[in-house]
């Protein structure tokens, strides 16, 4: 059997969940979880631009996974092309359901937003915030307030290669994913409150797959 045809085969028999990110931060983070989760996790890493995460999406959709989920920082959607191009993928994939004529199946894309970034949700293992970030190291950044946590954390490549696993390095400076998925949903909730403010909807991914949840 060849490879492809197996990974095919588990798609249809298992949860069949791709999960996308923008960079080597979610990849990293993402392969560091994947035994926490009762379910495949199958990470993507895409190349910065809409064109290239439709194209990811339009494979996993091809490759027959259930749910499809894209991880999105919001702080390189500031500017106005860049927003357009993300308004128009929001209104051709979010929440929709795509059908897959060679498994039978539907496809759901489901958008998960960091605001400003990925990080937000590595803060949120320790504290809550919704503070008015920006970024994560330029405007309003969030950068020294992750530190005041996470005093060796780099954003580059070589050091999620270094630190054990992102995740492992987390709970190893104090922090919790259950009170991650507990600072996320407050997060949104602000959110859908007051509209501004830091936030991250990682508890859709991981708040009621992570077997410690109370979910």
């Not at 993300?86 to 359901?97: R, V």
């Not at 946590?149 to 104090?174: A, M």
Request: proline share 3%.
């Amino acid at each position: 059997m060849k490879r492809s045809d197996r990974k095919k085969r588990s798609f249809r028999q298992g949860s069949g969940i791709a999960v996308i990110g923008e960079g080597a931060t979610e990849q990293y983070y993402l392969l560091s979880i994947q035994g926490l989760l009762p379910i495949n996790i199958y990470p993507k890493v895409v190349k910065d631009g809409m064109d290239y995460l439709i194209a990811r999406v339009e494979e996993c959709i091809a490759e027959g996974y259930d749910k499809i989920y894209c991880l999105i920082d919001m702080d390189n959607k500031s500017g106005q092309k860049e927003k357009t191009a993300y308004s128009n993928f929001l209104h051709q994939y979010s929440g929709k359901q795509f059908k897959n004529r060679q498994t039978g199946g539907c496809s759901e894309v489901i958008v998960i937003e960091n605001h400003p970034c990925l990080e937000i949700w590595f803060y949120y293992y320790f504290r809550l915030t919704t503070g008015l970030y920006s970024s994560y190291e330029n405007v309003n950044p969030l950068k020294p307030e992750l530190l005041k946590f996470l005093p060796e954390y780099e954003k580059r490549t070589e050091f999620f290669k270094k630190c054990g696993g992102l995740h492992q390095y987390l709970i190893s400076k104090g922090g919790s994913i259950e009170t991650a998925i507990r600072n996320s949903e407050l997060s949104i909730a602000h959110k859908t409150a007051s509209n501004n403010g830091a936030f991250s909807e990682m508890c859709r991914l991981i708040g009621d797959k992570h077997p410690k949840s109370n979910r």
